[in-house]
């Protein structure tokens, strides 16, 4: 081939986080959504892969605009800023609903043994943080716990969060059809088994808090140590740091916040769903981390609050999930790890044992 210069593959693909044999990649979404059908195929490879090592990525050119992201934000701090009352009016219920407002102490995410654990671990080093859970709108049975009566601001928070949970809905979509290519499936074989949108729009505040909280506690968390639940999530961090990644030798690294980037990781029952192919890693958030070249200490005695957005996507809550098609079989001498189970039963059987 003397002579002839090397084809430039393109390789919408650079390090997000490389520490501890914990690779995060950084992956440009944008000729997935816009590119060729060889564009899609080499990112709907990157994607997969990112998900069969680390179990995380960083999505960019994701296509949600970062004022949508800013506008959401910014209407997730002012619900938090309402007064206690108001907020705890709109509480959550139950496992089924996991719609409405979580005060402080309520979730504890690390897995607990037994119940009486639960209660151990919670009074021990409760999660620091409260959150506003938000499901698919207009179930029956099921509603949203939106503050739209109190006042208009209300109202105005119930069509952000709405308008977002569509938009996240569709990124879902897309970011299955990536898997599918890298795993080898037709392009839309998990169309069917999302359309629902039984996915979980949930706003979190980590308030404000006293370094002490932290220097006189070494296993004080913002929030414990878990995997997710469903197939991705979507996390939309501020600016502040302190989420922490699991890496293959059991330390925690810093997953540091990518400006206009999403975090997206693969959850417990698309672990499963794929034979363990696919990890779903664990993560925890803790105090932020020092500023990296700074000589000085910090004067102030208190850390500032963090807010970030999850969006837990899972399956449509009636379908069946068993080991996809090439995860499995006598030819590759794998067996199927798991029994089928239906996504909504799934759900609600890991949401009753943190609540
Ligand atoms: O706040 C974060 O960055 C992560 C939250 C999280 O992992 C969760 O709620 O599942
Ligand atoms: C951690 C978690 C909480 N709530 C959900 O709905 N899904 C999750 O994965
Ligand atoms: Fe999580």
Redesign the pocket.
Known sequence: MAGNLPQQECKPVSTGVDKDNLVIPLIDFGPFLNGTPADKHSVGIAVTEAFKTSGFLYLKNHGIPPSVVSRVFASSARFFARPQAEKDSLGWTTPQSNRGYVARGREK?TRPDDKSNVQALRSANPDLKETMEIGRDGVEGLPNRWPDHIDDEGKDFKQVMQSFFQTCKELHTQVMRAVSIGMNLPESFFDEFVDAGDNNL?L?HYPPIPRSVFSSNPDQVR?GE?S?YGSL?L?F?DARGG?QVRSPKGTFIDATPIPDTIVVNAGDLLARWSNDTIKSTK?R?VEPPKPANSEAEDSSDMYPARY?I?YFCNPNNDKFIEALPGTYGEDLHIPKKYSGITSGDYLVQRLTATY
Do not use: E
């Open positions: 995410l949930r979190l929030a878990h997710d999530t996390l961090q989420l993560h958030v970030s999850a």
